[in-house]
């Protein structure tokens, strides 16, 4: 059934008894053309336009948990794309530019709301590199524009004016078409998308093993319901990515982390923006619903804890206080923790891997969410042609051998 | 008295009436109120309207668990804190409230209109509407019409507009047994515990009172438990304080609320105080929370939980109605209804889902003349802002109910049975095993590193008196009936919702959490999780423990953000480094810059004088004269041991073994890939000693890297590292008359030219103050860094002042400095390189040492990206228009005209005016730089490009001949 007004009116009516259902639950098959191993939003985006995009339907997303689970079910919802290097800026722009229509196509509200990304700068450095990231983006075509202190102030009001503190606001860099969207409808949209077009979505079944023929193809995966044979596989796992990859004997340059969020009670609106503070490690927006969202740091350790130090979430209150001195009486309703996946230099991999018929996508650290309808985008292309997309190209894993590394941390500390 | 007031008893003073007010309107409570307590004593149900449809909403609870009664409380503008709950705000005389999310009132809400659309706003609409009309422009209408609606609509209290002036605290505390819950078991266990007097023991209860639900029955034991454990000095009780996360290895937050209880609270105390516990054993005493019955019209004002209506009536003398009916499934509810004969409150009925209540319990209510329908439930309810009636129906064997008679009431005490308070033992991430008999979740396996032990209700095992439950929604004659049953009473949800999301394929328990919203409010589902697990079962048809279970988060309620900043706000948000010349540099008319945790001056701006003015006239200063130069930030690491050489070969590019004593070497640190990360200056002062400079920003990092690498990477290695950055002032004499100012201060170090060359270092006195004297440039002008002992620093920096200032010279500030050392080329970590730069790259191949067998980073170094053609490089840039000076950051290109998406060739580093040239110069990195001198290039900028001609980066002094004079 199509989503709209009038499909609404008319359930609406009759008792809401005819919503069918979003997704099917069905029993694996004995074999798919693509299994996806990984059913979280960069997955279900993968499924969904290689069945859309390249006619590959016969395809089974393979989840161990429940669908979005993972990362994309965790993280803050931001979504942005101005990033200094042009690799970083042709990904997360192509990203960008599937959201502003994503809720068409999809007929799934994902509620993408590009309300503006402001990143400030509190000292000569950053406005050094803030000015730099919106150089580069202006040439690269990306939106993303200088704001003086007072134009900062004026955008944001909330923020703390004063000149006397440890970190008075000098600047700030705005992408206007950066903002959030509802993370959960991300994945449910794309999982809807993806079942419509005959993929299978399947949950609750976890890999347990990567089969591969006497030449060292891959055929097929074990699972805790059963082998499932592949003419090709896809690992999106994210923080478990090395586990899967592993089992193709695949090592992986990843390092796992705990990384933290928290929001506060819901409350009338006052912020027009997602805000970021690199300097002071803080970034808040607020939720349609009313809740402060507030991304954390990582902890200082690897680890697969989803729990997290009560000193990082500690941290970030302090910051957010500081920014926001009005936020202090505010109280934080939840706390969580998610596993993210980094790699060397901070950008993912996307593409093939020594082993034939076996793909990865995985590494996208704290800043995958805004890369999804992009990073699935681009793999399913690389998948179904089995060579890499001109945008994911250089996010191979042989980066990491050659050195063409792009690495966005190291360039401006920027948290992404 | 108020009428509904009872005449005795309770845990309130009735001679110390307190005043109030609630949306403006002026009460009276009574010492020992909570403010719902306090308001029901006024005969107020209606404290509320719900987040969605904007119902009128009562008070459910009596304590943390209450998801209705939210309201703002008010001291100033800075002093306004949201959706507490009422039933924990304790009354103060003059305490102000205000209810939230209505308009224009309590009373009359126009956003009830949205109960009119109520069909529409099923579980998930929003996902399926709200995306066009299309012709606006895809996803343009959600942007700009209907999110900017649904934010105003959302949200519940308001933000205080001003900042908040009150403190916070933070402690940390060790005890062996932390107790939380201060109820009969958790004060059992504290006695027990405490009774050695050795062991150290923590007990914390989130009620005002210690007691739990003896402070219902006001025994004589409670008083003496309290005295016993109050005169033990191994323990610390603390109430008003919640324990509201645990973490790994018996570590526990608490927050303690200190002021928000007092009529006029001292500005120096804090409001309230963060508690960080490491226990040796958490015994949990969290007792239980009372699940709410789901039936249709189960949220109207006036409906309650049984155990609540008990707290009200015993602890608070509160005659919460005057005629009420009980709804139950669970014996406990029998206790209600005989706590509210006993106050006086007309009993209309028992309705007892169970077809055999407890015979006990049913005789003994018939005797007090209380009807007891059996097999019956609630099938509807009437009234608008407090229910008027209930509507009774018979469950028939077959399962099919009939609706019977109204009865009229103005109270419902409903009981659904009790759910073990197990959010801190999941938190410690304990395993939670299902119980079917008593139908809830109890802790089970304590989670490897934590020893908790449960006691009391929170164990899962109830006394006979609390036994009987209901999971999920009760029967109802007409499924498609317009009235909705509640389950998550803050968020709205009905059980409809849940039923549809099931239908609609969300069968996980967090898929319908997140599609439904139910345990997402403010109270994070403490009522509403299990029946809501239990609707899913009976929609998927599925056993409850089949379906899993929402993880529990912290905080266990929420917690105020000012406890974890403390007092880390403004000065005190990061420590301020100042170096020991800071006060002479302010004294100057200093500018400060904040580099890392430093302030730096920036420049010394003269009466009337620009910044720029300021910034040429230093610059003139160093190189014609002398120029003073606080360079204290710099990172100082000494390293000494017979194998510190051999270290610092292995660390940096450069080599040491061959480094002479008293030389000094510029030095470049790269990391594993092979990117400079660092640079500094290596001293050698013994064969064994050396003194090293890292750059202001990166002494922290550098240091903990040598840490790194001598602990982990190479025991074998006999060096050891001191931080030395806080032991030196460093003051840097720059400029052709440095000699001739620094000569007559110095005792003991020979300054000739040939006796003290470039690139030396020397230990002597200067003003009679040890010190070691550095003879070195980042200006390109000959200069001494003289190195003195920090608390000499203050009693230098005048005496160097003067020495400049008499031979024409000025004090400079970092701005100079950075024009002064790009006019000659020199690299700044951090802004000529960004992380992806190798020495090659920015000229400095030359420092590393070929003949080493290998060093961090040159491993990355050799890789094929690394040694390929076409990378960027350092270079000069001249603006042909001898004028205009470049913007940092600004990107190359080799037309002017780029394409949009064009890549960049390379961007502007580092740019200024300088004075010496009288022409802007600028550094860059630019694709194959080194092989452009002389190409111009163009800099794209929003009024059009810039051309501009590559030339060599070392725009003065090229042959060095002013570093050797």
Known sequence: MKFSLISLLKEGLTGNRGWPRQWRDPAPKAAYDVVIVGGGGHGLATAYYLAKEHGIRNVAVLEKGWLGGGNTGRNTTVVRSNYLWEESERLYEHAMKLWETLSDDLNYNVMYSPRGVLMLAHSI?????????????????????????????????????????????????????????????????????????????????????????????????????????????????????????????????????????????????????????????????????????????????????????????????????????????????????????????????????????????CGWGTGGFKATPGSGHVFAATIAKGEPHPIAAPFTLERFTTGRLIDEAAAAAVAH | MSRFRTGAGGRIDRARGINFTFDGRLYTGLQGDTLASALLANGVHLVGRSFKYHRPRGILASGAEEPNALVTVMRDAGRTTPNLRATQVEIYEGLAAKSQNRWPSLEFDLGAVNALASPLLASGFYYKTFMGPRFLGSNKAWAKLY???????????????????????????????????????????????????????ILCDEQAEMGGWQLNAGSDDLVEMLE?????????????????????????????????????????????????????????????????????????????????????????????????????????????????????????????????????????????????????????????????????GKVEPCGIVKSTDSIAC????????????????????GKLAWNGETGVYSPGKDAPGQKTRSVGLCSGEFPADMRGFHNGALPTPDEKGAAKAFVDFQNDVTARDIRLAAREGFHSVEHVKRYTTTGMATDQGKTSNMNALGILSGALEKPVPDIGLTTFRQPYTPVTFGIFAGANRAGLFDPVRKTPAH?????????????????????????????????????????????????????????????????????????????????????????????????????????DRFHITTTTGGAGRVFAMFEDYLQAEWPELRAWQTSITEQFATFAIQGPKAREVLA???????????????????????????ARVFRMSFTGEAGYEVNVPAGEGARLWPVLLDAVDKAGGAVYGTEAMHVLRAEKGYIIVGQETDGTMTPDDVGLGWAIGKGKRDFVGKRGMMRTDLIAPGRKQLVGLETLDDKTVLEEGAQITDTPTPAPGSAALGHVTSSYWSEALHRPIALAVVAGGRGRMGETLHVPMPGGAIPVRVVSPVFHDPEGARLHA
Not at chain 2, 163 to 171: G, Q
């Open chain 2, 410 to 429: 103005d109270l419902v005490a409903m009981s659904g049975g009790w759910v073990p308070s197990v959010h801190l033992f999941s938190q410690s991430r």
């Open chain 2, 147 to 201: 999110e900017p609606l649904i934010r105003r609509a959302a949200g519940l209290g308001r933000a205080p507009e001003a900042p908040d002036p009150d403190r916070y605290a933070r402690r940390y505390a060790h005890c062996e047994v932390l107790v939380v819950g201060a109820g009969e078991a958790g004060l059992r266990a504290a006695l027990d515990a405490s009774a050695d007097p050795h062991c150290r023991v």
């Open chain 2, 744 to 770: 007559p201060l110095v005792e003991g170090i020979a300054m000739e030219n040939e006796a003290f060359p470039h690139m030396a270092m020397r230990e002597g006195r200067v003003a009679g103050i040890p």
């Open chain 1, 125 to 361: 450095h950053d406005v050094q590199v803030g000015k730099r990231h919106v150089h580069a983006n202006r040439l690269a075509g990306i939106d993303n524009e200088w704001l003086s202190r007072e134009e900062v102030l004026d955008f944001c009001p909330i923020l703390n004016p004063a000149t006397d503190i440890r970190y008075p606001i000098a600047g700030g860099a705005l992408q206007r078409r950066g903002g959030t969207a509802r993370h959960d409808a991300v994945a449910w949209g794309y999982a809807r998308g993806a079942d419509r077009f005959g993929v299978d979505i399947i949950q609750n079944c976890e890999v347990k093993g990567i089969i591969r023929d006497a030449s060292g193809k891959v055929i097929g995966v074990e699972t805790t319901r059963g082998y499932i044979g592949a003419g090709k596989v896809g690992v999106v796992a994210a923080g478990h990515t090395s586990v899967v990859m592993g089992m193709a004997g695949v090592r992986m340059p990843l390092e796992s982390y705990p990384l933290q969020a928290l929001v506060s009670e819901p409350i009338k609106p006052i912020m027009p923006c997602v805000l970021m503070s690199n300097a002071i490690h803080a970034y808040m927006s607020q939720s349609d619903k009313g809740e402060l969202v507030i991304g954390a740091g990582t902890d200082q350790y690897v680890s697969y804890s989803q729990t997290g130090g009560l000193q990082i979430a500690q941290a970030t209150i302090e910051a957010i206080c500081e920014l926001f001195p009005m936020t202090r009486r505010l109280r934080m309703l939840r706390n969580w923790g998610g596993i993210v996946d980094v790699t060397p230099d901070r950008s993912p991999i996307i593409g093939k891997t020594p082993v034939e018929g076996l793909y990865v996508n």
């Open chain 2, 583 to 687: 006060a002479g540099a302010d004294a100057l008319g200093g500018v400060f810059e904040d580099v890392g945790l430093w302030k730096r001056a920036h420049h010394f701006p003269r009466k009337g004088e620009t910044m720029h003015a300021a910034v040429n006239r230093e610059c003139r200063a160093v190189r014609e004269a002398v120029g003073l130069f606080d360079a204290s930030t710099l990172g100082k690491i000494e390293l000494v041991g017979p194998d510190a050489a051999e270290f610092l070969d292995r660390v940096y590019v450069n080599s040491f073994a061959k480094l002479g004593i008293g030389r000094c070497r510029y030095a470049v640190l790269t990391n594993e890939a092979g990117y400079v990360i660092d640079d500094g200056v290596v001293a050698r002062l013994a064969q």
């Open chain 2, 228 to 392: 016993t454990l109050g005169a033990r000095p191994n323990v610390r009780l603390l109430a008003r304080t919640q324990a509201f996360g645990v973490y790994a290895q018996g570590a526990v937050a608490l927050a303690q609320r200190l002021t928000d209880h007092l009529a006029a609270p001292s500005p120096e105390t804090p409001r309230e105080r963060l508690w960080q516990v490491r226990a040796g054993e958490i015994v949990l005493a969290t007792g239980a929370i009372e699940r709410p019955l789901v039936f249709p019209g189960n949220d109207r004002p006036g409906v309650m939980l049984a155990g609540a209506v008990e707290t009200f009536a015993n602890r608070y003398g509160i005659r919460p109605g005057e005629r009420a009916v009980v709804a139950t499934t669970c014996n406990s509810a029998y206790g209600a209804a005989f706590a509210l004969k006993q106050a006086g409150v007309d009993l209309a009925a028992i309705i007892d889902l169970r077809d055999k209540p407890d015979p006990a319990l049913a005789a003994n209510a018939l005797k007090a003349g209380i009807p007891v329908h059996t097999a019956s439930v609630i099938v509807g309810t009437e009234g608008h802002k407090r229910v008027r009636s209930v509507r009774l």
